[in-house]
């Protein structure tokens, strides 16, 4: 098994920014993928930024491009998510992720451990 361990998060202004974090523990030889999503109150799971584990290669969805970026640790087996030029419509709880499949899914069933969850919440 995976353990995701989040930190960071919380409540920010309008254009501020924030950084996730997410530790991996256990069998961490098994991740191939490494992905971010939120869910907002009455909303679905939304992909937000993946990172291929070994060669480190990026997908944003639309709506973070240019603003958040997606990194890698491997010798501290951690993801980061470094939100900039926060938005109000940003406010969710974010989830990161581990999975085994190819390229970088979106879709939160292709991925087989998570993360407990932090709020981030955008004041505008």
């Known amino acids: 098994q995976v353990q995701l361990v989040q930190s960071g998060g919380g409540l920010v202004q309008a254009g501020g920014s924030l950084r996730l974090s997410c530790a991996a523990s256990g069998r961490t030889f098994s991740i191939y993928v490494m992905g971010w999503f939120r869910q907002a109150p009455g909303k679905e799971r939304e992909f937000v930024a993946g990172?291929?584990?070994?060669?480190?290669?990026?997908a944003y969805a639309d709506s973070v491009k240019g603003r958040f970026t997606i990194s890698r640790d491997n010798a501290k087996n951690t993801v980061y998510l470094q939100m900039n030029s926060l938005k109000s419509e940003d406010t969710a709880v974010y989830y990161c992720?581990?999975?085994?499949?190819?390229?970088?899914?979106?879709?939160?069933?292709?991925?087989?451990?998570w993360g407990q969850g932090t709020q981030v919440t955008v004041s505008s």
């Open positions: 992720a581990s999975g085994v499949a190819a390229g970088v899914p979106t879709t939160p069933i292709m991925y087989k451990y």
């Open positions: 990172i291929r584990w070994s060669s480190g290669s990026t």
